[in-house]
Nanobody
Framework: QVQLVESGGGLVQAGGSLRLSCAASGSIFRVNAMGWYRQAPGKQRELVAR???????NYADSVKGRFTISADNAKNTVYLQMNSLKPEDTAAYYC??????????????WGKGTQVIVSS
């Protein structure tokens, strides 16, 4: 079993910053990628940012230049620094990770989510 636990969400005014963290734990052989998705009410879940183990990252166009993803591979932890937040960033943010629990193919795991609310 693999667990992903997010932290760092909250309420912030537009223009402010938040930092999300997500730690993976459990029967982990290797973490291949970690990332963040978000889902606003009435909308589909969308990719925010993702980073592979070798450090390659990609971002949604809507957050480029404002959000930064980073990771501590030794701690199986991923971070999302969110700056210049906008009301449209309001959503539940979910951590996702591709994890191998043994030598076989990785599986995708999800955290329970953390709420981010940006007030105007």
């Amino acid at each position: 079993q693999v667990q992903l636990v997010e932290s760092g969400g909250g309420l912030v005014q537009a223009g402010g910053s938040l930092r999300l963290s997500c730690a993976a734990s459990g029967s982990i052989f290797r973490v291949n990628a970690m990332g963040w998705y978000r889902q606003a009410p009435g909308k589909q879940r969308e990719l925010v940012a993702r980073m592979t183990r070798d450090g390659t990252s990609n971002y949604a166009d809507s957050v480029k230049g404002r959000f930064t993803i980073s990771a501590d591979n030794a701690k199986n932890t991923v971070y999302l620094q969110m700056n210049s937040l906008k009301p449209e960033d309001t959503a539940a943010y979910y951590c996702n990770s591709d994890v191998q629990t043994d030598w076989r193919s990785p599986r995708s795991y999800w955290g329970k989510g953390t709420q981010v609310i940006v007030s105007s």
